[in-house]
């Protein structure tokens, strides 16, 4: 993304422009809305991060105090002894490290499929995978309710694990179309050395294919970590509740509500939500790049 | 474009070969087969048993009333006559849903657009500038909405602010009228996800459009509507139709703050009808509804889109 940005500056920087100063007042307003909408964008970022480090009694000061007097770290260790999240998010780990795992092999094997294999029938099937990204969720939620329930899946991870070893229409095409751009030639050599679609697949294909699997691996992890509707579902049983169900638990706080509810802790555990999020969102920008970048060109 | 598959094998090459040849081609062939379908089958299954099998499944239970304890009981078309019939909740929830999208979409993406032409000027601290407006569209949805419950509290730090400017703040998740306008801000703040995309297109326009057009004289806002807007179309459109359906399926928000009926959207709807009340004939009728109604909208936006989406390389009549 970063190399982009640079050509474009240099493009941008056409010959007849050079000899503009570089502040004119276009520029200069151009840097004040940027400066007033990242302050804004950031403003409830910083607020969330200072109530979560200030105690029960300031977070409740009128009016708000946006630096605490004193910053209390204690609230990052309540919310283990007391609110119980660090079984929350081992759950949250038990739950998303399989579901990357299967959604990710699960995928690349129908997207190396159909980039790569000839067979009867192929496009049609091809057809099928694409409509099913018509297809809201909600349609589904009852029955696939009902089939986990007739299971004995009720109050276990697998409805949350489970359904991603299938694989997921969007991520196969978006793998098939990466794969597709994989040059052919390196296929043909691995036959002549007598590998088989399945060699070919884990010798070529996934290694070369790293960026878009690496997306995918995003994608699915933004997709469990966060989620909140089919936990909610699917688990009653607070010892089992993902870190996503028990932050959100922390509200309820019982009796008597806006009061008592204690926000130092719940931005704290919300912190506990939102970093491993936001990490791996940076630390994976360039595979996001350029392992989706082949959406952007089909438009 | 290029989402139809490119399935034409390559036949006249192997073809070519004698006939005993031939026929050790076509146990390849059949070999190659066999492992296409051996690697599509995880999805297949899958598409069996958690996509098509639920749908039907549930077509079927929108004819019928059961509560998971007694046998289903049928009931021919009454939940769907129940769930159009005037009274129904089903109409508070499609409005509220349809404010809500009808607002926050456009919005949102002329947010991102606005954001995307500042970051595409020639600026320092550029990373930096994005990575501020990237960071909360990375933020869980549970996290958002409990922060903005706290930051929109009626006595809360965003009162506090636009107070400085003496504006009185409405109390906003507390006020029935207020939730909504809440939702949409709070949705707003996560704007800066669709940036991303909008940039990259940008990246993307060939300069020799804005020269040319700087020669016939338009400046940078006639240039903005002429050459920017047109090429990023493509880019709009997905925007718009993955906002609408998004905004179609909203239930997390809704769910927490709970506030009874100013706020009920579709999903939440459904989510009551099956989860809470166990009644799950009449909840797939709902959820049949929204399917029908998430297909009409993008039919709709897709025809309509005809008009007015540019494709590069598309062969205009």
């Given at each position: 993304m970063i190399?982009?940005?640079k050509l474009?500056g240099v493009?941008?920087?056409?010959?007849g422009?050079q000899?503009k100063?570089y502040w004119t007042?276009?520029?200069?307003i151009v840097?004040?809305?940027?400066l007033a909408?990242?302050v804004?964008?950031?403003l409830?970022l910083?607020?969330?991060?200072?109530?979560?480090?200030?105690?029960?009694?300031?977070?409740?000061d009128?009016?708000?105090?946006f630096?605490?007097?004193?910053?209390?770290w204690?609230?990052?260790?309540k919310?283990f002894?007391e609110s119980?999240?660090?079984q929350?998010a081992?759950n949250s780990v038990?739950?998303?490290?399989?579901?990357?795992?299967?959604?990710?092999?699960?995928?690349a094997?129908?997207a190396?499929?159909?980039a790569r294999?000839?067979?009867?029938?192929k496009?049609v099937?091809f057809?099928i995978?694409?409509?099913?990204?018509m297809?809201?969720?909600?349609v589904?939620?009852?029955?696939?309710?009902i089939?986990f329930?007739y299971?004995?899946w009720l109050?276990?991870?697998w409805?949350l694990i489970?359904?991603n070893?299938?694989?997921?229409?969007?991520n196969?095409f978006l793998?098939?179309?990466?794969?597709?751009?994989?040059?052919?030639?390196?296929?043909?050599a691995a036959k002549l050395d007598?590998?088989?679609p399945?060699g070919?697949?884990?010798r070529i294909?996934?290694?070369l294919g790293k960026p878009v699997l690496?997306?995918v691996?995003?994608f699915?992890?933004?997709?469990n970590?966060?989620?909140?509707?089919?936990?909610?579902?699917y688990?009653?049983?607070p010892h089992?509740?993902p870190?996503?169900?028990?932050v959100y638990?922390?509200?309820e706080?019982?009796?008597n509500?806006?009061?008592?509810?204690?926000?130092n802790?719940?931005?704290?555990?919300?912190?506990l939500l939102?970093?491993?999020?936001?990490?791996?969102?940076?630390?994976?920008q360039?595979?996001?790049y350029e392992?989706?970048?082949?959406l952007g060109?089909v438009? | 474009?290029s989402i139809?598959?490119?399935?034409?094998p390559?036949?006249?090459?192997?073809?070519?070969?004698t006939?005993?040849?031939?026929?050790?081609?076509d146990r390849?062939?059949?070999?190659?087969?066999?492992?296409?379908?051996l690697?599509?089958?995880?999805?297949?299954?899958g598409?069996?048993f958690l996509t098509?099998?639920?749908?039907?499944?549930?077509?079927?239970?929108s004819f019928?009333?059961?509560?998971m304890f007694l046998p289903?009981?049928w009931?021919?078309?009454?939940?769907?006559?129940?769930?159009?019939?005037?009274?129904?909740l089903f109409w508070?929830?499609?409005?509220?849903?349809?404010?809500?999208?009808?607002?926050?979409?456009?919005?949102g993406i002329?947010?991102?657009?606005?954001?995307?032409?500042?970051?595409?000027?020639n600026i320092?601290l550029?990373?930096w500038?994005?990575?501020?407006?990237y960071?909360p569209?990375t933020i869980?949805?549970?996290?958002?909405?409990l922060?903005?419950l706290?930051l929109?509290a009626p006595?809360?730090l965003f009162?506090e602010?636009?107070?400085?400017?003496?504006i009185?703040g409405?109390?906003?998740?507390?006020?029935?009228?207020w939730?909504?306008p809440?939702?949409i801000?709070?949705?707003?703040w996560?704007?800066g996800g669709g940036?991303?995309?909008f940039l990259?297109?940008m990246?993307?326009i060939p300069?020799y459009l804005?020269?040319?057009?700087?020669l016939?004289?338009?400046g940078?806002?006639?240039?903005f509507?002429?050459v920017?807007?047109?090429m990023?179309?493509?880019?709009?459109l997905f925007n718009v139709v993955?906002?609408l359906?998004?905004?179609f399926?909203?239930?997390?928000?809704v769910?927490i703050?709970g506030?009874?009926?100013?706020?009920?959207m579709?999903?939440?709807?459904l989510f009551?009808?099956?989860?809470?009340y166990f009644?799950?004939g009449?909840a797939?009728?709902?959820?049949?509804?929204l399917f029908v109604i998430?297909?009409?909208?993008?039919m709709?936006?897709?025809?309509w889109s005809?008009?007015y989406?540019?494709y590069e390389?598309e062969?205009?009549?």
């Amino acid at each position: 993304m970063i190399e982009e940005r640079k050509l474009n500056g240099v493009r941008l920087a056409r010959p007849g422009r050079q000899k503009k100063p570089y502040w004119t007042v276009g520029k200069v307003i151009v840097y004040l809305f940027l400066l007033a909408g990242g302050v804004m964008m950031l403003l409830p970022l910083l607020w969330m991060i200072t109530t979560s480090l200030s105690s029960s009694h300031y977070a409740m000061d009128f009016p708000p105090q946006f630096f605490p007097k004193q910053f209390d770290w204690e609230n990052y260790v309540k919310i283990f002894t007391e609110s119980g999240l660090g079984q929350s998010a081992l759950n949250s780990v038990i739950i998303t490290v399989p579901a990357i795992i299967g959604q990710v092999f699960a995928s690349a094997l129908a997207a190396y499929a159909f980039a790569r294999l000839r067979a009867p029938g192929k496009s049609v099937l091809f057809i099928i995978v694409l409509a099913t990204l018509m297809i809201p969720g909600e349609v589904t939620l009852i029955p696939t309710f009902i089939l986990f329930k007739y299971l004995n899946w009720l109050n276990t991870f697998w409805p949350l694990i489970v359904p991603n070893f299938f694989g997921n229409a969007y991520n196969i095409f978006l793998m098939r179309q990466f794969f597709m751009s994989i040059p052919l030639e390196l296929d043909e050599a691995a036959k002549l050395d007598g590998l088989g679609p399945f060699g070919i697949w884990v010798r070529i294909i996934l290694p070369l294919g790293k960026p878009v699997l690496a997306a995918v691996a995003i994608f699915t992890f933004t997709a469990n970590w966060g989620n909140f509707l089919t936990p909610l579902i699917y688990i009653t049983n607070p010892h089992l509740y993902p870190l996503a169900l028990s932050v959100y638990t922390m509200t309820e706080t019982g009796d008597n509500a806006v009061l008592s509810v204690p926000w130092n802790l719940i931005m704290a555990g919300s912190m506990l939500l939102t970093l491993p999020m936001t990490l791996v969102f940076f630390f994976g920008q360039r595979a996001l790049y350029e392992g989706s970048n082949v959406l952007g060109r089909v438009g | 474009m290029s989402i139809v598959p490119d399935v034409v094998p390559a036949k006249g090459r192997l073809r070519k070969s004698t006939r005993p040849k031939r026929l050790k081609m076509d146990r390849m062939r059949r070999r190659e087969a066999m492992y296409f379908y051996l690697f599509v089958s995880p999805f297949f299954i899958g598409f069996l048993f958690l996509t098509i099998g639920p749908i039907l499944g549930s077509l079927l239970l929108s004819f019928t009333r059961w509560n998971m304890f007694l046998p289903p009981q049928w009931v021919g078309l009454q939940n769907f006559s129940q769930v159009l019939s005037g009274n129904s909740l089903f109409w508070t929830a499609l409005g509220n849903t349809g404010y809500y999208a009808l607002i926050s979409v456009p919005l949102g993406i002329i947010l991102a657009l606005f954001i995307a032409v500042l970051l595409n000027q020639n600026i320092v601290l550029r990373r930096w500038f994005r990575a501020a407006f990237y960071l909360p569209s990375t933020i869980p949805t549970v996290a958002v909405v409990l922060l903005w419950l706290w930051l929109l509290a009626p006595a809360g730090l965003f009162n506090e602010f636009i107070g400085l400017f003496g504006i009185k703040g409405p109390a906003w998740f507390v006020d029935p009228s207020w939730v909504k306008p809440g939702l949409i801000l709070m949705g707003l703040w996560g704007a800066g996800g669709g940036t991303v995309l909008f940039l990259a297109g940008m990246q993307g326009i060939p300069p020799y459009l804005y020269e040319a057009s700087a020669l016939d004289g338009a400046g940078p806002i006639r240039q903005f509507f002429t050459v920017t807007i047109p090429m990023l179309s493509p880019i709009i459109l997905f925007n718009v139709v993955n906002g609408l359906i998004g905004s179609f399926q909203v239930f997390t928000q809704v769910y927490i703050l709970g506030t009874n009926n100013a706020d009920l959207m579709m999903v939440p709807y459904l989510f009551q009808e099956a989860f809470d009340y166990f009644n799950m004939g009449y909840a797939s009728a709902i959820a049949w509804c929204l399917f029908v109604i998430i297909i009409a909208i993008t039919m709709v936006v897709l025809r309509w889109s005809a008009v007015y989406v540019y494709y590069e390389g598309e062969v205009r009549r």
